[in-house]
T-cell receptor, first 113, second 107 residues
Framework: SAVISQKPSRDICQRGTSLTIQCQVDSQVTMMFWYRQQPGQSLTLIATANQGSEATYESGFVIDKFPISRPNLTFSTLTVSNMSPEDSSIYLC??????????FGQGTRLTVV | DAKTTQPPSMDCAEGRAANLPCNHSTISGNEYVYWYRQIHSQGPQYIIHGLKNNETNEMASLIITEDRKSSTLILPHATLRDTAVYYCIASYHDMRFGAGTRLTVKP
């Protein structure tokens, strides 16, 4: 198993600003993922964070809005840029290996006012 | 990832078995069936996964049909704490969540 620590756990931000969310894992992992969960909705995959290369974004998500860093095998950040109230969501980090289960952080609850 | 279809909601009496179905008719040969659940707005919790054989762990059992086009998650003795949204995912490595089934366990 893997223990994932996400920071901050919650934040209230002004529109037009940016927030960087950190994800720290207690062991080296190949794959790290970022998800968004809008109020009352299921989880949506934003991107796969690749160590040593650019993140792979899902349809509807772009690097300018959600830049991602993955400097090593235990750490990643997701930035939510130029925020609007529509970005109010829970953002979750996940880690996994092929053919095995994924583990999830407890999420960052973001409110944009 | 193969698309999955689950009923939007189910009820179960406390102490009884909860049987949650999932259809994944387009699953490919290397995709596993994973089950997760999410309680309130916590991070999803892994339950069980399998490729083609039935699986059992301390939380649940997973029954996969021989053609792998559907599966059933069984919680043998549901408790009130099992009330959650349950997600079935057919995947090789990245988890893509559908709408899930909201299971309500009632006293």
């Amino acid at each position: 198993s893997a223990v994932i620590s996400q920071k901050p756990s919650r934040d209230i931000c002004q529109r037009g600003t940016s927030l960087t969310i950190q994800c720290q894992v207690d062991s080296q992992v190949t794959m790290m993922f970022w998800y968004r969960q809008q109020p009352g909705q299921s989880l949506t995959l934003i991107a796969t964070a690749n160590q040593g290369s650019e993140a792979t974004y899902e349809s509807g998500f772009v690097i300018d809005k959600f830049p991602i860093s993955r400097p090593n095998l235990t750490f990643s950040t997701l930035t939510v840029s130029n925020m609007s109230p529509e970005d109010s969501s829970i953002y979750l980090c996940s880690v996994g290996q092929r053919d095995t289960e994924a583990f999830f952080g407890q999420g960052t609850r973001l409110t944009v006012v | 990832d193969a698309k999955t279809t689950q009923p939007p909601s189910m009820d179960c009496a406390e102490g009884r078995a909860a049987n949650l179905p999932c259809n994944h008719s387009t699953i490919s040969g290397n995709e596993y069936v994973y089950w997760y659940r999410q309680i309130h707005s916590q991070g999803p919790q892994y339950i069980i996964h399998g490729l083609k054989n039935n699986e059992t762990n301390e939380m649940a059992s997973l029954i996969i049909t021989e053609d792998r086009k559907s599966s059933t998650l069984i919680l043998p003795h549901a408790t009130l704490r099992d009330t959650a949204v349950y997600y079935c995912i057919a995947s090789y490595h990245d988890m893509r969540f559908g709408a899930g089934t909201r299971l309500t366990v009632k006293p």
